[in-house]
Structure formats: C-alpha cells, structure tokens
C-alpha cells in the first residue's frame, strides 16, 4: 500500500505518543509497587460507591465498597506484600471472600469477588468437591500459605452474595479490628462537604416538651443562610429533658452515591457536649448501631439520623460525651446548639439551632417542624377521638376540645391542664407498674360524664419488661407467647400484644398479632411463640413469619419446643402463623432435555424460586449421575450455576437438581443430555 510523506510522518507522530503514554502509564505503576503508598486494590478507576460505618441493618459497615462501573472480571492487587490467611465461598454475606495478611501485621479483605486468581481456585474447587458443597473456608497458616508480592493478581472483582457489582474491601488491624480504610491509604478526590438532611429534636421524658408537645419533632425543610450555616428558620422551644439527632450524608468527586459522614460534633453554648467519629470499631460493637443511630425515628419511617445524646447500652467507643440537655428555668435560654458534619477529606458543614422556652410567649417566632406522629381526627371534629401513644415509660394522650380527663382503670385520674396543640389538649402520664395487668380508658367530659370518644384498645394490656429479668409475656387467649432474656433489653418497656385480625386469612394466614414498642430496640434474640394446636401439628408448611411491608411475610421459624412452635426475632414486629404448601419453583436451562453437548467442560444454569417460605443453600442438591457437585446457589438472581471442575466424559449423563424450601416442601427436576465428540 503506497501513502504519502504527510500520512507517514503523522503515523510515526501517533506512535510516538502512544508510546510515551505506555511508558508513563508503566512508570506510574512501577512506582507505585515500589513506594510505600498502598495501591487501589481493584484495576478500576479509584472511586467507592459506600464508606465505613454507614448504616446497615443490624450492623455498621465494615470497610468501603469499590465502584466497578457495572462491570465484572477486573484484576483485584495484593495492595502489600503478604499471605493468604484465610478464603470463604458462601451464596450470602461477603460470597466469595479472600483475607491476606500483610507483613505489618494488617488484614486486607476483599469481598464480593468473582473468582480468585488461579493457585487459590484450584485449592477451592478441591475443598468444594471434597466437601460436596459450594460453601467453603479455610485457614492458612504462613509456612504453608500462598505468598503475594505488591501488586500481584489475588483475585478478580464481581458480585457474589450480592445484586450489584462491587468488592467491598476492608482493613483491619491485628487485633482483626475493621479500620477505616480512608485513613490507611484509600483516598478518593473529595472537595464536597457533607449534607444536612433533617435535625431532629425530642423530649426525653414524659415532663419534657418540643414545641409544647411531648414528642420528637423534625426540621428536614433546613434554611441554607448566605454564610453557608444551615439551621432552621426560626428558634425552636423546648422544655426540660432534650436530646438532639441529625441526619446527613456525603460525596466525594469521583461518585454520586451517597456515604455517611466520618464525624459529628455538637456543641452547646461554645462548649463540645457530643462526638461520634468513625475511625474503627470492633465486630462485637457493630450491633450497638441500634443505639447510634435513632432507632425510634428509623423504625417510623423518618430517616436514618445519628443520634447526639447517649442511649442506654451506648458502649461505642467511637461515641463520646452526654449530649443531653436539661433545661430547667427561663434563665437556661436562649441556647444555641453547634452541629458540625466532617467528612474524611476535611470538608466541614456547619449547622446553627437557637433553643428557646417553648412556654414563653414570642409573637416574632413561628411553631416549624413536623411531629413525628399525627394522630387521628386532627382538623376533623366528626372524627375527633381521644389518641394514645406510648413513649418509653410514659403515655401520651391527645384529645379533642371539651374533654375533662381521662380516667385509667376506674383509678387514676389524669387531668388535661397541660399542652393545646393544633386545636387538642395533650397530657401526659407515666403509670405505675400495677397497671401490668390491663389498660382501661375512660373519657371524662366537662360535665363529669364518660363519653365513648376512645380510639384506643380498651383491652390493652402493658407489661413492664426490665432487663433485670427475663420476662414470659402472653396475649390474653395464650396464643402467643413471648420468652424475654434479661440480657435481650438496652431498656425498661412497656410490652404489649395486640390482635390484627385485618391480616388474618384463613387457612392461610392466622392468630396474626402486632407486638409493641416496634421502635425500641432489642439488643439479642427473643423466642416467638405459638401454641401447637391439631391444624398446626398435622398439617405440613407452617411456621413462624413477619411481615415486611416491602416484600410481605418473611419465615422466621417453624422449631417445635414443648407443645410450641418457636422462632427466634430480633426486633419487634408484626407476627403471624402463615402455611406454606407450595413446592418451590425449577426450571433447568441448560443443557435442555435430551441435548447433545460437544464440550465436555460447560456450565449448568437453572432458575430457584421460592416465594414463601424461601431456600437456604444448605437444601439445594445438585447430582451429576448420582454424585452431588457443589453448584453455586446465587440468591438475588434465583439461580444456580454449575461450571465442572475436570471433563465430564462423552456418553449419557443426567443432571438432577432438589429444592427443600424453609418448611419442607420438595421439588426434584431431572434432565438427561449427553456428552459427544
């Protein structure tokens, strides 16, 4: 092919530069094995989709995750020199997991992955046929381990035991104590400081009020001022006992996901009464999120806030002060309350709330935020009844105009001389502990007269439940019985069980029962019980559920225990006894019936569902001629994935796979296919 002198000279010119940027590309690599900088652990650009400590369920999160940009299959780096220590494959949790042990004594982890590099999937596949299971782990001890160098290919990034690709990566210390890893090296450009999304402000006790009224109230409407203070629009009154909460998130440059903040102060009056900073935390505390964040505020739907004050059973390290407030005269205000959001990078928001006496009359001050609950028959007189609600130890009831007292169990007289909000009087009363054996309310109106304007169960029974003790509590028919550890409290509750008959369909779903306070939380499991009557003991597919709002009843258990069906729970929820009687769900894709396959090494796929009950992967069995292989079970696409180990050889074969759902429930799907030239 003939070109011309210009069209040379600009083909030399192009291959000039590509190699100038191949030879700087490889000098930037070389040099960074070569420094004492860690590298970023995955071949991506360096960017993360979630930072330490932000909220999961039950837990804190242990390490960052790193964004893959939608793919699967990048080369994941040994970011130091050291040893594998330890390798997990499981279908949930971290998937596929490796640990290496660095040479200064850290841990790195890396989760989430798609496969390990060639030396520790070979050990893998063996453990997995040896075991004839696809969930494996293995220690490795140092003289017998395999070693990396800086830089080295360990393993290649996906998404197993989880939806979305990513590797979540962790460092730990010697003590295998997970650390941030922002501060370790890990670094992301990061210019934006975090964001406010609501304060929340809240009473403490049953004499304390926000806004003359005696429960949390939230400003998520925040005023940015030209200073770049945030804060609300207007001072805000309070009384007595008050604990403060803000919910906030950050970003970084390279990502628009949002992340926690690494640290949040309060101060009061110029002096520092709360911080929370989230440089490690040890496994054993990461389930103290409970009392971190708000859980009252989580549970009723109103964001996920850190909380600036302490909680009972708060023994976080990474927490410190009181952050309580009292106030407990006019001479305690104006009070003004510094919230500061620090992300890792530095970047700083500041937020500014004035606090002033909520019974002192200010005509130039507007009544702002929204309370966390509104009861019913608010602006509706033809609705208007008398509410309850339970905070804590104390109850809290709202009326309509014209209402004297209330009056609990033909005893207690509570009359309304405290708080008019929005047109109702609200009182408040904290009862004694011999209301533990039932709860009747009574209306008293002007006159002296009882009136029937109760929206409350006038059967609810309380019963106060303390850590000091564990506590059996059961509804009044004896159909549900609730088996309470001492050790299973932060706090002292109010423990009631109310029937939910809407729920119940028969046959179907029954004795269906909403135990509160949901928004307390437990600090360990409690046993859930129903008694075993003749539907349950004969009829196969019962068991123990509760139900999610977002994806409906979720099994629990289905244990037999002394003429009981048992299950453990961790929080308070609604319970109810659902029947499964479906067979879980098979459908093999591949090989098709009676295929005629060349390759002798290829994958098997087959779509698992169970919408009831649901599947654990120890109930999966996967045979290839009657030999189990240990097939990869993935829960959040409903599949199972075979890729054999060594070559099935040329003839007939049969692929047999078994489903058992939560409560026994069977379903077996054979397929014949056969190996050729």
Partial sequence: MNIDHSTYMLIRFYRAIGYCISIVV?????????????????????????SFGEYRPGHFHSGIDLKLYGRVGDPCRAIDDGWVIRVKVSPTGYGRALYLKLNDG?????????????????????????????????????DSAIHYKKGDIVAY??????????????????????????????????????????????????KSTVELDCQPRIWSHLIQRNDGIWGPRDPVGVSGC????????????????????????????????WETVFDEFSFSESKLIKVERNYRLLRRGKGIFHRLFHAPGNELKLCSGNGILYTGSIDDFPINV?????????????????????????????????????????????HEK???????????????????????????????????????EVTVYTPPVMLDNGLNVSVIDLEGNSIEKCDIDLHTVLHSVTSDNTTIVKSRDENIVLDIPSAS????????????????????????????????????????KYKSNVKIADEPGWGIYYLDKRVGWTFLGNTFEDGYLVAPALSWEIFGLVQDQDLPYIKIKKPIVNAEVKSSVFSFLAVIDDTTSGLNAADITVTIDGEIVPAEYDPPRDRILYKPWKKIPVGSHQLVISVIDRVGNESVRKVNFRIIK
């Fill in 26 to 50: 490889f000098i930037s690599v070389i040099n960074a094995y070569c420094s004492d900088k860690p590298i970023w652990p995955v071949d991506s650009k360096p960017a993360i989709t979630s």
């Fill in 106 to 142: 850290r841990t790195a982890v890396y989760a989430h992955l798609d496969r390990f590099a060639s030396e520790i999937e070979e050990i893998v596949k063996r453990l997995q046929h040896e075991h004839e299971s696809f969930s494996v782990q293995e220690f490795f001890e140092s």
């Fill in 157 to 206: 990034a996906g998404r197993s035991g989880t939806r979305h690709p990513h590797v979540h990566f962790e460092v730990r210390d010697a003590n295998e104590i997970p650390m941030n890893a922002w501060f370790e090296g890990f670094k992301v450009s990061d210019k934006t400081p975090p964001h406010p999304v609501a304060i929340a402000i809240e009473p403490l006790d049953g």
């Fill in 242 to 273: 008050i604990g403060i909460s803000v919910d906030a998130f950050d970003k970084t440059n390279s990502s628009e996901n949002l992340l926690a903040v690494y640290k949040v102060e309060m101060y009061v009056n110029d002096v520092k009464r």
């Fill in 338 to 382: 510094v919230i500061l959001l620090i992300d890792a990078a530095g970047n700083q928001t500041r937020l500014e709330a004035t606090l002033v006496a909520d019974d002192d009359p200010d005509d130039n001050r507007l009544v702002t935020g929204d309370p966390m609950i509104t009861f019913k028959g608010w602006g509706n007189p033809e």
């Fill in 386 to 424: 008398v509410c309850m609600e339970i905070f804590d130890n104390y109850l809290r009831f709202s009326c309509p105009p014209g209402i004297h007292s209330i009056l609990l169990n033909g005893v207690y007289s509570i009359p309304l001389l405290t708080k008019s909000i929005g047109g109702r």
């Fill in 489 to 528: 409290l932060y706090d002292t509750m109010w423990v009631r069980i109310i029937p939910e008959e809407s729920y119940i369909v028969p046959g179907k779903v029954e004795s269906v029962y909403r135990i509160e306070p949901r928004d307390q939380p437990l600090k360990s499991k409690v046993s859930v």
